[in-house]
């Protein structure tokens, strides 16, 4: 059996389990690490942090300022930052522009405010056609945006990650900042969809 | 793995409570990489460099309409993290392709007994 060709995932299994022991074995990585790193992705940093960053612009208009004034500094306010946060830019939607965020070249994403990227926002299909079609990329995410509302498409880098600031829903006036965070979803701070408005 | 097609991806969303990684490696080799910037092995800026090298060289295959040995984004990060890696001068493919091997005849050992 030839073992020079690996296949995946296996091979991939088999390929981090031997990366991962050449390099405690020269004292680079402590595998007692790598699952707090885990668990932190995967149950602490996430779209509830944005969400709640979303909220708090809504209802505290000195914040909103701040944050679009300069986002990394008002996350930080809340306790977010870190890796993948730095550079920060808020991007609000009015009644007039909708924003809309990709990374053309990888998958730069805000993770202390949003966590890891989804899938598709890492897929070819995603990167390649949010910039040149952007009205087509929302539609099959089932958003219609009206002609007369301008598009923005932002594309991240190393030096810029956005967070989109999605309009507050009518009838919310009574809510308050932790029931409006409720209702932000990830999506809506990607820009692929919009905060369903209350009945 | 699960591969999509483009249109695939795209279809059917959002995907709200989708999960972050779609194995364990995958998990085992992001926190690697985090780790490795946390200390200062490599900043991830270049180890970004290569995420995006590994992801452009992907994207050529695809829009030439080729099919692709290794689909899904992670694949691609982790030949990015054994880029920078090879660039340190810390791991090489021999090395790994030994240890591969010792580790996966040790499993096999393991399963005759």
Redesign the interface.
């Known amino acids: 059996m030839s073992r020079n060709h690996v296949t995946v995932p296996t091979g991939a299994a088999l390929r981090v389990k031997a990366l991962e022991a050449i390099l405690e074995e020269k004292g680079l990585v402590d595998p007692a690490a790598l699952d707090p790193i885990v668990d932190q992705y995967e149950n602490k940093v996430g779209p509830r942090n944005g969400a709640r960053v979303v909220a708090k612009a809504w209802t505290d208009s000195a914040f909103r300022k701040r944050l679009l004034d300069d986002a990394t500094g008002a996350i930080a306010e809340l306790g977010y930052g870190g890796p993948e946060g730095g550079y920060l830019v808020a991007v609000e939607n009015t009644p007039k522009v909708h924003n809309l965020v990709v990374c053309t070249l990888c998958s730069c994403y805000p993770w202390p405010v949003l966590g890891l990227p989804p899938v598709w926002y890492k897929s070819f299909a995603y990167r390649s056609r949010a910039v040149r079609d952007p009205r087509g990329v929302l539609k099959e995410f089932g958003v219609e945006i009206p002609v007369d509302v301008e598009i923005r498409v932002w594309d991240s880098s190393a030096e810029q990650r956005y967070i989109v600031i999605p309009m507050r829903p009518k009838n919310t006036e009574r809510m308050s900042e932790a029931q409006l965070a409720e209702l932000v979803t990830r999506d809506s701070m990607i820009g692929v969809g919009l905060v369903k408005a209350q009945a | 793995?699960k591969t999509?097609k483009?249109?695939e991806?795209?279809?059917g969303?959002?995907?709200?409570n989708?999960m972050?990684?779609?194995?364990?490696?995958e998990?085992?080799?992001?926190?690697?990489a985090?780790?490795?910037?946390?200390?200062g092995?490599c900043t991830?800026?270049e180890f970004?460099r290569h995420?995006?090298d590994e992801?452009?060289k992907?994207?050529k295959v695809?829009a030439h309409g080729w099919v692709e040995?290794?689909?899904?984004?992670?694949?691609y990060f982790?030949r990015a993290?054994?880029a920078v890696?090879r660039e340190k001068g810390?791991?090489d493919t021999s090395?790994?392709?030994t240890?591969?091997?010792?580790?996966?005849e040790a499993d096999h050992d393991d399963h005759d007994h």
Do not use: K, Q
Request: charged letters at 25%; proline letters at 5%; glycine letters at 4%.
């Open positions: 793995m999509l483009p249109e991806l795209l279809a969303l959002p995907l709200e989708e972050t990684f779609s194995a364990p490696w998990a085992r080799a992001f926190a690697i985090v780790r490795l910037s946390e200390s092995v991830w800026d970004r995420l995006i992801i452009g992907a994207d695809r040995n290794g689909d899904g984004y992670y694949v982790l993290l054994e890696l810390l791991v090395m790994l392709e240890r591969m091997r010792a580790i996966s």
